[in-house]
């Protein structure tokens, strides 16, 4: 079974450039879930979609975030523009969602480097 | 108050002992609640999950829940230098039917 898949693994780019991440969550699973992890702050919750829509983005830090689940098999987190402080590791994760399966963990794919000069 | 604490650590443990990890959550209407280790430079892996008051085994580890206290744990048995990673405590929020909140970790390490 494939898990879930990220791309780029690693993205080096100036500030003020668009940046967008990539995911595709493992089939079947409902829930999506983009996580930033830094040092200072650990991991953090940013957006999560059940069902391809949006469901909380309060973690979102700012405008200069978006994030979009087109269909249940991609997602994309973007950037525009970014900064350096957005310098991060960018995960990915899916679970199957509320319902009976409400008690699923998440499975998190093998994040993106994001280093921002 | 945070709603997912734990100890940064680093915790260091002579390898054959146990290991303890500790987490305690604010909302009291959460009901799962998972460890998940952390490699550096890898992603969180789940390694437990719990859902109900007690004990739940797997192998060396040992997750223990108390509800009434908002508190999770997580043993490790025989402590193994592959078991020296970041350990993370979830929580799935009550109120939302598939937030999970991370603690920031505790960092574990076993001496040989």
């Known amino acids: 079974d494939a898990g879930v898949i990220q791309s780029p693994r690693h993205e080096v780019t100036e500030m003020g450039q668009e940046v967008t991440l990539r995911c595709k969550p493992i089939?079947?699973?409902?829930?999506l879930f983009w996580y930033r992890q830094t040092m200072m702050r650990g991991l953090e919750l940013l957006i999560y979609?059940?069902?391809?829509?949006?469901?909380?983005d309060s973690g979102m830090p700012e405008d200069r975030f978006s994030a979009k689940m087109p269909n249940a098999s991609f997602s994309t987190l973007k950037i525009q523009p970014s900064e350096p402080r957005d310098s991060a590791v960018y995960f990915c994760?899916?679970?199957?969602?509320?319902?009976?399966?409400?008690?699923?963990?998440?499975?998190f794919g093998d994040g993106t480097r994001l280093s921002i000069l | 108050q945070k709603e997912v604490e734990q100890n940064s650590g680093p915790l260091s443990v002579p390898e054959g002992a146990i290991a303890s990890l500790n987490c305690t959550y604010s909302?009291?209407?959460?009901?799962?609640f998972f460890w998940y280790r952390q490699y550096s430079g890898k992603s969180p892996e789940l390694i437990m999950s719990?859902?109900?008051?007690g004990d739940k085994e797997d192998g060396r580890f040992t997750a223990q829940l108390n509800k009434a206290s908002q508190y999770v744990s997580l043993l490790i048995r025989d402590s193994q230098p592959s078991d020296s990673a970041t350990y993370l405590c979830?929580?799935?929020?009550?109120?939302?039917?598939?937030?999970?909140?991370f603690g920031s970790g505790t960092r574990l390490s076993i001496r040989p």
């Open positions: 994760a899916s679970s199957l969602g509320p319902g009976i399966h409400s008690n699923q963990p998440q499975h």
């Open positions: 089939s079947g699973h409902n829930s």
């Open positions: 979609f059940n069902n391809n829509v949006p469901i909380d």
């Open positions: 909302d009291r209407g959460s009901q799962s």
């Open positions: 719990i859902y109900s008051n």
């Open positions: 979830a929580v799935k929020m009550g109120s939302s039917a598939s937030k999970i909140i």
